[in-house]
């Protein structure tokens, strides 16, 4: 083959792997609800020629918004960014960081995984003033900044995780139209969530829907339930100390939020079915309560994932609507979100994949995602019109009115706790064991773990 062919065919494949204009969901310039200007700065950095490699959990649809994101970063420098997803990602991850072949970027769904690479030292410290960006830019900054803080393998803690796509797990789903009828109010607060609670059963009617069933994960909403309680009625340190199992199972502390979900849950006024049927109702059936005449209940705590499971064709912000699952005025602990999210963390010396990084601080970066589906964001910076539809719009909000946000405890501590005991725990407890006897025992198998 003659050089001139060689060049003709690097050239080709150079064209192939980067995105032009004409590759871009959103054509620069013509829309107002973007911060172009945001995306016109990139073009100051020059990475033609350049390749980074992304491996992440999105496959298919997903895969198709994360890539049309990653299309404004190499039409800008002129990048080939080569987005791979997996299915099975928190195991490839680590076979290909200890094999010595890991990609520039990975995206952790998980900040523990990431955590652990960062300990074994195979991520790389995220580069500049990142962790003091994130901070004061992000809503509840700092609560981002400690969430990509680990220690490394000299065990000196540092900025190896940036924050990008969040998910919002604080919400109350109702039907506006129950509420009417009924002369009920959205609470905005927890003491006038309680209050609500109990006027809905002294009207004859049952306030609550609430299902742990999830084959052998059954028992997981009930962790979100406590994560929640334990934000609303203690500090944000005592939430990251007890999922660090400083501050044990056991604890009175602990021990009172799990109480806190029990006072709505083992009261059979307050549950449809009654407390009994709370750990064998399956949580996809659990919210259909919601929309039965007359109404089985009133409210449902649950993801932002749930309407997936409400009937079909129900149209959420007109046939079903959430609020923000309220704190205690009287505790002054703000207003803090449980949540989870995705983490990019750098796996090699490529400085282009810092410059990556850099491009997640862009408006642009969060908008072009955000005008589509599946996508929030705690950035200060973007135009919220941006949201491809109110709904989604209306959780940002929440994120961008929180005072703190800590990660789902349970997917924080070890698996055989987060993912083992404190669901069983739970159910138990929902089916009349103590919280004193739930802890100890939760505790008791934490202890074994070495």
């Known amino acids: 083959m003659t050089k001139t062919l060689l ?23 013509e829309d107002a609800r973007f911060n172009w200007a945001s995306y016109d700065a ?23 918004l994360v890539e049309s994101v990653i299309a404004y970063f190499e039409a800008a420098t002129g990048a080939d960014v ?25 995206v952790f769904p998980q ?17 500049g003033d990142t962790a003091a960006w994130l901070a004061e830019n992000y809503a509840a900054g700092q609560s981002w900044a400690d969430l990509g803080t680990y220690p490394g393998k000299d065990g000196t803690p540092a900025l190896y995780a940036f924050p990008f796509k969040a998910d919002v797990k604080s919400l109350v789903w109702y039907v506006p139209e129950n509420f009417a009828d009924a002369g009920y109010e959205v609470p905005q607060t927890m003491e006038e969530l309680k209050a609500l ?36 009625i203690n500090t944000p340190a005592d939430y990251d100390a007890w999922v660090k199992n400083d501050l044990k199972f056991d604890d009175p502390k602990v021990l009172a939020a799990i109480d806190e979900f029990g006072w709505f849950a083992r009261n ?32 449902h705590r649950q993801a932002s994932f749930i309407p997936s499971f409400f009937p079909e064709g129900t149209v959420v ?17 703000g207003q803090p979100v449980l949540g989870a999210g995705t983490m990019f963390a750098v796996l090699s010396d490529n400085p282009a994949a810092q410059e990556f990084i850099n491009f997640l601080k862009t408006p642009i970066a969060h908008e072009v995602w955000m005008a589509q589906s599946g996508f929030l964001t705690p950035y200060k910076g973007v135009n919220t019109d941006a949201y491809g539809d109110p709904t989604l719009r209306k959780m940002g909000d929440i994120l961008l009115d929180a005072t703190s946000f800590r990660f789902d405890g349970s997917d924080l501590m070890p698996g055989a706790i987060g993912a083992g005991v ?21 505790q008791k198998t934490w202890d074994t773990l070495k």
Do not use: N
């Not at 060049?7 to 310039?29: E, I, N, Y």
């Not at 404190?422 to 802890?439: H, L, N, P, R």
């Open 111 to 127: 900040p523990g995984l990431a955590a652990d690479l960062a300990k074994k030292g195979h991520l790389r410290p995220l580069a």
């Open 268 to 299: 059979d006024k307050f549950v449809a079915g009654g407390a009994g049927a709370v750990a064998s109702t399956d949580f996809r059936d659990s919210p259909k309560g919601l929309f039965t005449s007359p109404p089985q209940c009133y409210m």
């Open 197 to 232: 609670t109990e006027q809905i059963a002294a009207d004859g009617s049952t306030p609550w829907c609430i299902g742990l069933g999830s084959g052998g994960a059954t028992g997981w909403p009930a962790t979100d339930w406590v994560e929640d309680m334990m934000l609303r």
């Open 7 to 29: 060049a003709s065919v690097a050239t080709l494949a150079l064209c192939a792997g980067a995105a032009s204009a004409q590759d871009l969901k959103f054509t620069p310039g």
């Open 42 to 64: 990139l073009k100051s950095v020059d990475l033609k020629g350049q390749t980074i490699t992304v491996l992440g959990p999105w496959l298919g649809p997903d895969k198709i």
């Open 317 to 333: 912000g007109q046939d079903a609507d959430f609020f923000y699952f309220p704190s205690y005025a009287g505790k002054d602990l």
């Open 422 to 442: 404190f669901w069983t725990g739970m159910v138990d407890y929902a089916g009349g064991k103590s919280a004193a006897e739930v802890g100890a025992a939760i």
């Open 82 to 106: 080569q987005y791979s997803g997996s299915d099975s990602f928190e195991q490839q991850i680590v076979i290909d960081a200890e094999a010595g072949s890991p990609p520039d970027v990975a």
